[in-house]
């Protein structure tokens, strides 16, 4: 049980974003994205990415909320 409150803890800490970033978002950030891993990104998703990572979301962030690995993240990021 210790072990779950922890992996809960740790996904919180990771999803606090500071009140200037979210200013910037319209989008209520409430529980991580089914994975997405081995599909292809889609136009919403490389849009989505872009605008969230300049408003100061961070890779690990970015994966929670996209259901992407954090590699997958930088490969996308560093391709478009």
Do not use: Y
């Not at 910037?24 to 919403?44: C, D, F, L, M, V």
Request: glycine share 4%; no cysteine.
């Amino acid at each position: 049980m210790a072990e779950k409150d922890n992996a809960l803890a740790e996904k919180q800490k990771v999803l606090e974003i500071s009140e200037n970033q979210l200013a910037n978002t319209t989008e209520k950030i409430s529980e991580p994205s089914r994975s997405r891993s081995g599909k292809p990104w889609t136009a919403q998703e490389e849009k989505r990415l872009i605008k969230k990572k300049n408003a100061g979301m961070t890779v690990q962030q970015l994966s929670i909320l996209l259901g992407r690995s954090e590699q997958a993240n930088r490969k996308r990021l560093a391709i478009i």
